[in-house]
């Protein structure tokens, strides 16, 4: 591609790869600096990689096939809509995967694609970024709080950087492959999860509650969405700016509802789709554990998580 066009209100086309648990998204954004990254084009694969993992931890072959004709396919949109930047990362699953670097070598030298791999407080961080950056300063204290489909990142602090960023491996994907893999799952498997959810943030909320209340407490991530929007929240198509929430009164309720539900009947809810209906269960329970252990009654839907983070980081480091 073409070297980026920098400088203060300087407009560029973006295109943005993000590899995750669960799903790979493409994004083409328009940015300059001092302004809203306003999207242009999107579209995903649902990959699952935490889903293709060999004994020993290891990506298969026909998963690492799927990414390499994804990201070329990407490329080649990104040109045709005149991105002048293309930025790749990944998330937990390549990061943990013991042959990740072969992986990304292998995505290198078919595609020419240098993917960059976030460590867990990276994301933190950078989701935190995002957050605060559509919020705004008068939000005062934020709690962020994201569960993707290998990791819960968690953030807090009054600035853009935040004081505490923690990752801990409690995503939706990962705790159903782990620990919930009946459809439904037996009583008994359920709180196996609910009790290993609570030990592992029970390890780290102390660094965040240390840090002070939050005025405001945010979730973002797909999950969040989704159970914010079985307990009533605005559909998707009402756009961004519509207020949505998500109480402890609401999980307290349908945690035990999705219990009972197979995946089959949870697809059948407002707003849950096909290939994350399984791992919804997990991911109530996470969040959950996650508002009960910090104390936090209510939070609010952040639109914007991670792939925003990034972006406006990238437009940050523009020339001016």
Do not use: C
Request: charged content about 25%; cysteine-free.
């Amino acid at each position: 591609m073409p070297p980026a066009l920098t400088g203060y209100g300087e407009r560029v086309r973006l295109g943005v790869l993000d590899i995750g648990s669960n799903t790979v998204h493409l994004l083409i954004v328009d940015a300059h600096k001092g302004a809203a990254p306003l999207p242009a084009w999107k579209s995903k694969i649902a990959l699952r990689l935490a889903e293709h993992l060999q004994p020993d931890g290891s990506i298969d072959a026909d998963a690492a096939g799927r990414l390499v004709d994804f990201i070329r396919e990407a490329q080649l949109t990104a040109e045709d809509l005149g991105a002048s930047q293309f930025l790749a990362f990944a998330t937990s699953a390549i990061r943990e995967a013991p042959n990740g670097v072969e992986v990304l070598t292998e995505v290198r030298d078919r595609t020419g694609v240098e993917v960059e791999v976030l460590s867990g407080s990276d994301e933190a961080r950078l989701t935190f970024l995002a957050v605060r950056r559509w919020f705004g300063w008068s939000a005062g204290r934020l709690m962020v709080l994201d569960i993707g489909g290998g990791s819960l990142e968690l953030a807090a602090g009054d600035d853009e950087e935040p004081e505490v960023a923690v990752s801990v491996p409690l995503g939706a994907g990962r705790l159903t492959r782990d620990l919930l893999d009946g459809d439904p799952p037996s009583a008994e498997d359920i709180r196996e999860a609910r009790r290993v959810a609570r030990a592992v943030l029970g390890s780290v909320v102390g660094q965040l509650l240390r840090a002070g209340d939050p005025r405001i407490a945010v979730a973002t991530s797909k999950t969040f969405r989704q159970l914010a929007r079985i307990a009533g929240a605005a559909p998707s198509n009402e756009g961004f700016h519509v207020r949505r929430s998500l109480t402890r009164d609401d999980l307290r309720t349908w945690v035990p509802k999705l219990a009972d539900m197979s995946a089959a009947e949870r697809t059948r809810l407002p707003g849950v789709s096909e290939s994350r209906a399984p791992q919804l269960l997990a991911g109530a329970i996470v969040a959950e554990a996650a508002m009960d252990l910090l104390g936090i009654e209510e939070v609010e839907i952040g639109p914007w998580a991670l792939r925003e983070g990034v972006i406006l980081r990238q437009i940050d480091a523009m020339d001016s």
